[in-house]
């Protein structure tokens, strides 16, 4: 189950597609850029090093990585609140 903000909702989905580490991680920060404190925002990946990028991302900008779930083999969704 994707958690979500006090209002019921998801804010912003960005389906990521197959962009790599660079491309990825600058889109999400514009994203996030725009978005205002407290609001989720669900990035789903096509890459395998998003596994690792998006998590270390989250951390080093002190944004909260609420959940993370694959879906088969090479999709990934992550839900992150912007703090």
Known sequence: MIKINNKGQIDVVYDAGEAGCGELIMNVFLNVKKMQKGEIIHVISYDLGAK????????????????VFEEGLLITHFV????
């Open 52 to 67: 690792e990028d998006i998590p270390a991302w989250c951390r080093m900008q002190g944004h909260s990585l609420l959940e």
């Open 80 to 83: 992150i609140q912007k703090n």
